[in-house]
Structures are given as structure tokens and as C-alpha cells.
């Protein structure tokens, strides 16, 4: 997962003047775009004779500079949080691999023993320090269990994870012994899902941030009342920008990295090693600095500078790969574990009837089959080559794939797609407008709640960064005014889609957007669950999709003993499509060529997991 607020649920990331471009882009790009994925799908091997000594330089995703640095902000936040992952640990480190879920060698703590009815869960800590010297405890982790509740309890929004009635919800913790945890289960978990969810679970400081006020007491966090005062002690310090790097709380950390500097300008900030760390890594180099950026053309201009050391490459800007490694730079990318692209739906859109026109699965299915995956892809006005299909919420390199394998259910057939409205008592009229000829419930007729003379027309709410997302939503509506569909593109400021576009905590902006790109969604690597995001009353179901179906089959995976469920899963929400389904856009990572370290570190930064601690400079 990456480091993001409760509203933002792990979205990372539109030029309208492209259209004239897009409008034959997906047609066929020509050679430049071609081989791109060749110039960078090969990681390169750990290099050089390690020398201590040296700072790495980061370039931080344009937009998303952080503004919190207590590692569960409240949703009110609405940013990103310094330094999640490299100053804390979460009890189980996410893998960023996409058969796996978690990095055990890099977790704070052994793999979970499950009693016979999965209800009684014994976790043993490993032997890691915070700054301070003193151990991190199983106390350690029952104080920020005993945290993300006080967090719920005053808003079910300040954590996008989170469903009622779900974990943290019915979860005890006690400390057996300073080494031991113990969770007691009021619903037994799958054992993949509870794992999954214990990545986001990040380990605070117990004896130092059991405090309500500089210099008070220390209070007994096991009491709710207690729990909550310190909760809001905490989250209204970590407002305090210009303090981050000198106020005493942030300096204990069991991380790798320490803050020491922060720009509440820019949101740019600097890391030096934790000399207590205890995990793996050498921790070589002597401070990592993460400059922030407004735009994507901006870091492109500083690689080419020699500026930066580490990075993402825009694919806008795919045919600077081989300047970039003439100028030092490795470049590999991929598609992001467990990471897919899609058109959010809402549901409960009214403009148009178009929640009643959505709700309509023959609608779905022609609005997906105008989506030209491939074409998308090699397009230079789009994805410039640098992309992968996907048609499910498995993401890549999954263990739980989809069970129609290399045979999408609604590939890119736009004859199709006007047969499913034809079929279905609409009147197709291309580049004009498509009307419901035929209304009502039966065969052939266009549905319930669908008017006649009804049109299909909806509003896109459309990024604005990174480019590849206002072209693809370009092209698609392009697509769909051939098919007689109006899409009117409105272009938001990522962080005002974030704070604004979702029924669960903006129910009143439903009728701004009918549908949503705002880049990507991440789920767990190795159990892609999509609890929470397409189950009924899920926390961070945007557009309030419902299926009973899907609803069964979320439970199974989420509470079920066999994990393999998650494909039948997988399967059923992409031929039921609670969004439209995109290409995933490959993470393009560059750094410097004089930096080396584990190859798994650099493939980690595909889902933007650092690991600056196994890192070197060589000659």
C-alpha cells in the first residue's frame, strides 16, 4: 500500500488539446512505441563494491507531497504522510511482490500461529529497537491496535480500510509476555486476509506517545477514554507542519530512517538513518532527500540534469529512456503488483437516470467493449507502449488470477457493443444521440426506470495528472459518441477527486460525477481482497456498487478458511463490472546507476515500497 489518508485508499495519480491526437492514436501508433516495454524490462542485477557514505536523492509523485506525519492522519487530513514505512514499520511489511503478501525478512514480527478455529492468534516479535534503544514490544502493537480504534470511533472515514463490523472491530490484543502477542478473533479471518490487513497495522511507541499533552502523564491506553485522548493529542501535533522535524514525539521511530528536515512549503523532506535500526540492511548512506514536484515534466527535467537519483519516469515521456541511460540512469518497469486501472462507477448518479441507466449489465458490458486495451496501450498519445491489459481486480502476477484466463469477457468490439443496446430496445444513432426505443422490464426492452426517449449521457470527472489519464478518458468518449453516448470530460485537481468523489464520505457530491479516473487503486499483494472497495456498505465502495453475489464471495475470501475463493471472486466482479476496466500503465523507475542493492528493493518501488536501507553508492 502506499503512503496515502483514509479518503485516498492507495490512488496515486489530462490534457483535453490531446483529442485531435487520441482520435486516431488507438488506430495504430507506429514503431516508436512498439518494443518501448524491451528499452525496460529487464532488472538489473545488485553491481559494484559497496561504499559507505553518500545521499540519495527521490522525486516524489507530482502532486502528492506529503502534509502528516502521525502514520494514521484523520480523514479531515486529506494528504499524504511523511515517511510511513521508513520511520515506522507496520507489524508485517507489505512484499511488493504479487505472489506474496508480505516481506518477512523486513516484518517486525514472525508469521501468525492460528488456533484450529482461527479465533486465537499468536504472533512472536522479533528483536527490533526503536531510536531510543528500548525493544519494540508486543505492548507496542496493542497500543496502536488500541489507536486505529480511538480513530474509528470518532470517524469510520479516518481509515479507508476499514468496514463496520470488521477488523479492527471485534479484535482483542493483550502482550502475554514483552515478545508475545496475542489477538482474539470475535469472527474468525482467513488467515491471507487478516495478514493482509496486518500489513497496514503500523507499531507506535507505547511508553513515549501515551501522553495527552507535552509533559503529561502517562495514561493506561487500554481504556477507550484514555486511547482517545491521546489519539487526538497525536493527530493535532502531527498538524503542526513546521515542528515535524523538531518536535521530540517524531524522533522515536523503529525504522530504518529518522526525520531531519522538513519544507512545509514544498512538502519536501529529508531522512538520516535510525542508528538503533534493527532489521536488515546496512543503512550505508547518510540521508535520503525526497524533493517534491508539481508535474512529471518537471523530474524529467531534473534526471536529465543528473539531479535526482531515484525516480518514476512518466510514459509520456518513454523515448527520453535511452538519453536518460546515456546519462548513467537504469530504467526498469512493469506493471504494480495487485494495482488496476478503472472507471469508477456511481451508482447512485440520478442526472439522466443514469444510475438507473448503469445499473443496466448489457450497459456495462457495451460501455467496456468500447475500451481499446491494446490500442490504448500503443498508442503515443496514450500509454506510449508502456502498459499491460487487465480486465479483473487480481492485478498483476496475482495467485488468485480470474478463471477466464487470456479470454477477457468483454473484449474491445464496439459491433458488439451496439448490439447489446440494439438488443436491449435502444435506437443507436452514431455521433448523435442513442434513445431507449423500447421501455420497460422484459426481453428486449431497455430496463427498469428507463424512460422513453431516454439518452445516455454522464459526466467523467477526469484527473489531472499524470497525461495518460485525461488521454485515455478522451479516447474513450470518443468511442462512445460513435456509439451515440455523450461523456462530458470535466477536468479535477487529484486531490479535490479525493476529498470529494466518493459516496461513502461525500454523499453529496453524487451527482457531480457519474464516473471517476483518478489513476490507480492498490490493493494487498498476494490477497488482492476487494472487501471494503465493491462489497455492499464497504468503506471505500466510491460509486456504491451492490451485488449479493459479489457480497458472498467478499465474505468468503475475507472470513473463509480457503483462500482460493479470491479467484472466484476475481471473476465474478469482472463479468459483473462495478467499474469499467483500463490498462495498467507500467511504474517506470530510474535511478542512478552508481546506486546498488537487492534487485527486489528497486522492483519494490513499483508500488513506491523504499528500502533506502539496502541501498549503496559504488564506484
Not at 528493493?601 to 533506502?612: C, G, I, R, T
Request: charged share 15%; net charge positive.
Amino acid at each position: 500500500m502506499t503512503q496515502v489518508s483514509g479518503k485516498q485508499r492507495g490512488r496515486i495519480f489530462v490534457a483535453l488539446a490531446l483529442v485531435a491526437v487520441l482520435v486516431t492514436a488507438c488506430s495504430g501508433a507506429g514503431s516508436a512505441t512498439k518494443d518501448a516495454a524491451r528499452s525496460y524490462d529487464t532488472l538489473p542485477e545488485q553491481a559494484g563494491h559497496p561504499k559507505n557514505g553518500g545521499t540519495v536523492t527521490v522525486a516524489l509523485t507530482p502532486g502528492l507531497s506529503p502534509n502528516f506525519i502521525y502514520p494514521y492522519p484523520p480523514a479531515s487530513a486529506n494528504g499524504t504522510v511523511i515517511g510511513r514505512g521508513l520511520m515506522w514499520r507496520s507489524l508485517y511489511r507489505p512484499s511488493g511482490e504479487g505472489d506474496k503478501i508480505v516481506d518477512a525478512g523486513s516484518s517486525l514480527a514472525e508469521d501468525p500461529a492460528y488456533s484450529p478455529d482461527r479465533k486465537t492468534v499468536t504472533i512472536k516479535m522479533k528483536h527490533y529497537k526503536w531510536s531510543d534503544g528500548a525493544p519494540v514490544t508486543a505492548g507496542d502493537v496493542v497500543f496502536s491496535l488500541a489507536l486505529l480504534k480511538a480513530a474509528l470511533a470518532e470517524s469510520p472515514a479516518n481509515w479507508s480500510f476499514y468496514t463496520p463490523g470488521q477488523f479492527p472491530d471485534g479484535v482483542t490484543a493483550k502482550a502475554t509476555t514483552p515478545d508475545t502477542l496475542t489477538l482474539g478473533l470475535k469472527t474468525a479471518y482467513n488467515p491471507s486476509y487478516l495478514l493482509s490487513m496486518l500489513t497496514l497495522l503500523y507499531v507506535m511507541p507505547s511508553t513515549q506517545w501515551n501522553i495527552a499533552r507535552a509533559g503529561g502523564p502517562h495514561l493506561d491506553y487500554t481504556k477507550p477514554k484514555n486511547a482517545t485522548a491521546i489519539y487526538k493529542y497525536l493527530t493535532k501535533e502531527s498538524g503542526a507542519q513546521s515542528t515535524f522535524a523538531s518536535n521530540p514525539l517524531w524522533q522515536v521511530v523503529n525504522g530504518p530512517y529518522r526525520l531531519k528536515s522538513f519544507d512545509s512549503t514544498t512538502g519536501s523532506f529529508s531522512l538520516v538513518p535510525n542508528k538503533s535500526y534493527s532489521g536488515p540492511g546496512t543503512s550505508r548512506l547518510d540521508q535520503i532527500d525526497f524533493k517534491a514536484f508539481t508535474s512529471a515534466a518537471a523530474v524529467l527535467n531534473q534526471f536529465k540534469a543528473g539531479n535526482l537519483t531515484v525516480g518514476t519516469l512518466d510514459s509520456g515521456f518513454i523515448a527520453q529512456i535511452p538519453a536518460l541511460k546515456a546519462k548513467g540512469y537504469n530504467v526498469y518497469g512493469a506493471p504494480a503488483p495487485a494495482r488496476f486501472d478503472s472507471l469508477t462507477i456511481n451508482f447512485k448518479n440520478t442526472v439522466d437516470n443514469f444510475g438507473k441507466v448503469i445499473s443496466q449489465a448489457y450497459v456495462r458490458q457495451a460501455l467496456q467493449r468500447l475500451i481499446d486495451q491494446r490500442g490504448y496501450i500503443a498508442s503515443r498519445g496514450i500509454y506510449n507502449g508502456a502498459g499491460s491489459l487487465n480486465y479483473s481486480t487480481a492485478g498483476s502476477d496475482s495467485p488468485y488470477p480470474p478463471r477466464f484466463g487470456d479470454n477477457p469477457p468483454y473484449p474491445h468490439d464496439p459491433a458488439a457493443a451496439e448490439k447489446l443496446l440494439t438488443d436491449n430496445g435502444w435506437k443507436v444513432v452514431p455521433d448523435g444521440s442513442t434513445t431507449c426505443v423500447r421501455p420497460g422490464t422484459g426481453p428486449g426492452e431497455c430496463g427498469a426506470g428507463i424512460p422513453q426517449g431516454q439518452t445516455i449521457s454522464f459526466t467523467l470527472a477526469s484527473a489531472n495528472t499524470p497525461a495518460y489519464v485525461g488521454a485515455r478518458d478522451v479516447a474513450f468518449a470518443s468511442a462512445a459518441k460513435r456509439l451515440g453516448i455523450e461523456v462530458k470530460i470535466v477536468t479535477k485537481a487529484l486531490n479535490y477527486m479525493y476529498a470529494n468523489y466518493g459516496n461513502t464520505f461525500a454523499p453529496a457530491k453524487k451527482n457531480e460525477w457519474a464516473m471517476q479516473d483518478n489513476g490507480s487503486l492498490y490493493l494487498a499483494a498476494g490477497y488482492p481482497s476487494s472487501n471494503t472497495v465493491f462489497n455492499t456498505g464497504g468503506s471505500f465502495n466510491l460509486g456504491g456498487f451492490q451485488d449479493a453475489e459479489a457480497d458472498k464471495l467478499i465474505d468468503a475470501s475475507t472470513f473463509g478458511a480457503d483462500a482460493k475463493v479470491l479467484s472466484t471472486e476475481v471473476t465474478r466482479l469482472a463479468e459483473d463490472l462495478p467499474v469499467l476496466f483500463l490498462p495498467t500503465p507500467h511504474t517506470l523507475v530510474v535511478w542512478k546507476d552508481t546506486l546498488s542493492g537487492p534487485p527486489a528493493s528497486f522492483k519494490a518501488l513499483l508500488s513506491f515500497l523504499y528500502a533506502p536501507e539496502q541501498w549503496y553508492f559504488h564506484g
